[in-house]
Nanobody, 115 residues
């Protein structure tokens, strides 16, 4: 059974940086498309960034140029480097793996941007 575990969240001031990590186990990581989603209170979950097995990238417009998604296939990990954080980036962030039409989700981790 696949499992994704996020780490690296917390509280940061506006303009600060955080790096989220996601450790995968029990999935075909190297062939999976990996992504980060987020959900703010009262809002629907939205896709923040994706990194396909081919290397193709997607970024939500509001984070493009500030966030960077990367993966380490040897360690079965995916990362989200978040720079110049804004209060509107406050949300629970979820790691996602997609393979063969099946989604695996992490439990989510809180990121709070506040002065």
């Amino acid at each position: 059974q696949g499992q994704l575990v996020e780490s690296g969240g917390g509280v940061v001031q506006p303009g600060g940086s955080l790096t989220l990590s996601c450790a995968a186990s029990g999935i075909n990581f190297i062939d999976s498309g990996m992504a980060w989603y987020r959900q703010a209170p009262g809002r629907e979950r939205e896709k923040v960034a994706t990194l396909a097995r081919s290397g193709s990238l997607y970024y939500l417009d509001s984070v493009n140029g500030r966030f960077v998604i990367s993966r380490d296939n040897a360690k079965k990990m995916v990362f989200l480097q978040m720079n110049n954080l804004l209060p509107e980036d406050t949300a629970v962030y979820y790691c996602n793996a997609r393979y063969g039409g099946k989604d695996t989700w992490g439990q989510g981790i809180q990121v709070t941007v506040s002065s």
